[in-house]
């Protein structure tokens, strides 16, 4: 596990993982994969990330991804949308694309069964097949380490508190 | 795997023991110890069935040895007889500090002669005081009285040194003129630095030592599995895991295949520098 720990402080959730060797061994790259760069436009996938982090309430990661999110230019505004709207309404402000991915994300991180076609209709007018499957295991992924920070109850790092001050946003 | 195992022992990427710790509890506190191990401690201990299931796993994998250590293993009662069925599967060594040895526990002991097993003593230095400084009172007296009595019931016995920074060539000369007149050949001397982890690191003491500089050796403990039987140690009550492989010890090809992948991974070169076993 020495090389997670080489570029220095790797973070909390790496240290969860790593006191689980073998599972960090696969977990972290997957992870890294599944969260990372890949065949969706970065901005869809920041927006799946927050959006589905605020599905599922989870603190640590909803302070996190307000901060990448802002940092890869999401905007204020949709970034407190998708912080702030309840699962299920559409958020304020919005394009209809947008409201039809976020409404896609909520069926996908807080419901129960398969997507309804219309939904899947909707995304798939933007997205191909493999788009949608990387963006279902992005979310997937996310619901992992949602449960896995708000379980564990892992503390945000001062300079993420301390920037979310500085943007106007609440703790 | 069975072939990865033997391969890498063939080629002299992977010593061909598998550690065992029994326990972590002791009767001694010793002032270098690496598990910080004590009266009183956690005894996070490898039940005697899990560590026969581990050796006829180690076993079928192609491992060629066995090591039990701790803590102090023989503070088990159940521990003769399991040694009886670990050396039945590989070649075994145990390690204690010797201060255990009553007449029952010898007595206990008598059916494992003739087994391929050997018993490692600890024992420091010729000199009582020096000994007993590091390993506790009387300690030197009880181990000069159970290493004859080990021999006499047909174990083969080693004797282990542990010595801090560089040794002393005449202290060492009288130490093997001790283990000789015990009835212990030179070539069942193994002499070792202290190793700067555990209670020798919040002393200070002993060597740092790198993962590479630690000979790799399939650990097993309660709390998982590690690079090398220096691997498990304890630091302040809380286990240091920077050596560990997986958490997951059974099946142990699970652990086993962590070890190859890591030992694949290494540079050329990158030969154990300290010479640490």
Request: proline share 8%; net charge negative; hydrophobic share 45%.
């Amino acid at each position: 596990m020495h090389h997670l720990f080489d570029g220095g402080d790797p973070g909390v959730i790496v240290q969860a993982l790593a006191t689980v060797p073998e599972l960090a061994e696969v977990a972290v790259p997957f992870i890294g994969v599944a969260l990372g760069p890949g065949s969706v436009p970065p901005d869809l996938k920041e927006i799946a990330i927050l959006r589905t982090s605020a599905v599922l309430d989870c603190r640590y990661c909803v302070r996190a991804h307000t901060v990448v999110a802002s940092d890869m230019g999401l905007g204020a505004a949709l970034v407190r949308a998708l912080r702030d709207t309840p699962p299920g309404a559409r958020p304020a402000g919005v394009d209809d694309d947008t409201a039809a991915l976020v409404a896609w994300i909520d069926a996908v991180a807080g419901g129960r069964g398969p997507v309804s076609d219309d939904l899947h209709r909707a995304v798939s007018a933007r997205l191909a097949d493999h788009q949608i499957v990387e963006l279902v295991v992005t979310v997937g992924a996310t619901m992992l380490l949602n449960r896995l920070c708000t379980s564990l109850d892992l503390p945000s790092s001062p300079a993420t508190l301390a920037r979310l001050a500085a943007d106007g946003f609440p703790p | 795997m069975t072939g990865g195992v033997a391969d890498a022992i063939a080629e002299g990427l992977l010593h061909g023991r598998v550690w065992l710790y029994s326990t972590y509890a002791c009767n001694l506190a010793c002032t270098y110890c690496l598990t910080e191990s004590a009266p009183g401690v956690p005894r996070r201990a490898l039940e005697p069935a899990r560590m026969v299931n581990v050796a006829r796993q180690a076993e079928a994998l192609g491992f060629t040895e066995l090591g039990v250590t701790g803590g102090e293993p023989f503070l088990s009662p159940d521990l003769p007889s399991t040694l009886s069925e670990l050396a039945e599967v590989l070649p075994t060594v145990v390690l204690t500090n010797g201060t255990l040895f009553n007449r029952s526990r010898l007595a206990s002991l008598r059916p494992l002669a003739g087994l391929p097993l050997r018993v490692q003593v600890s024992l420091d230095s010729a000199e009582p005081d020096c000994n007993d400084a590091a390993r506790g009172p009387q300690n030197f007296s009880k181990v000069v009285e159970a290493i004859p009595r080990l021999l006499d019931i047909g174990l083969r016995v080693r004797v282990a040194t542990t010595v801090e920074g560089e040794p002393d060539p005449e202290a060492m000369e009288r130490l093997c003129q001790l283990h000789r007149s015990l009835g212990v050949a030179d070539d069942d001397h193994v002499v070792r630095p202290v190793v700067r982890r555990g209670r020798a690191r919040v002393r200070g003491e002993g060597v740092d030592v790198a993962r590479d500089d630690l000979p790799p050796e399939l650990t097993i403990t309660a709390d998982g599995a590690f690079w090398s039987p220096f691997g498990p140690t304890v630091t302040g009550g809380v286990l240091d895991t920077d050596l560990m492989l997986t958490r997951t010890t059974e099946p142990l090809t699970v652990p086993a295949e962590a070890l190859l992948r890591l030992l694949k991974a290494r540079p050329p070169g990158s030969d154990a520098r300290t010479g640490i076993r």
